[in-house]
């Protein structure tokens, strides 16, 4: 992908811990490629189909790589992830917690806001530049 724009660079990310798969977003900050020993931070986002695009988004565009490319220009860059959700099993995959839906009981997959990533962040830091000391930031 090219540094400044949003691809879908991760085709099949696993989550272990719901056990299912889906593509993930990638947003490469401008100077991504200029420097190979560069780090940077990484910002994951839930509800991933929102986070960039008005066509894939369900409830309106946040804008991330509009207000990256933005703060770039003052100094800040950052890699974006965007995990989407898993449709109509959101809630489940989200909430910790058992919840009702109509009569049904349903057991939470999740584990509130870090749940569909589980425990193996995507194959993020393993880019070329991904990744700094810093815990990355989690958003959505």
Known sequence: ESA???????????STLLGNRRGIWVYLPPTYRENDRARFPVVYFHDGQN??????SYAGEWCADET?????SEGYEAILVGL????KRRPIE?????????????????????GAWGDDPPAVEKLPAGGTPEPPGRDG
């Open 84 to 87: 989407p959700n898993a449709g």
């Open 4 to 14: 400044g724009t949003v691809g879908r660079t991760i085709p099949s990310f696993t």
């Open 51 to 56: 986070v960039f695009d008005t066509k894939t």
């Open 94 to 114: 989200y909430s910790p917690y058992p919840f009702q839906v109509g009569s049904e009981q349903v057991a939470g997959q999740g584990e509130g806001a870090d």
């Open 68 to 72: 990256m490319m933005a703060l770039a």
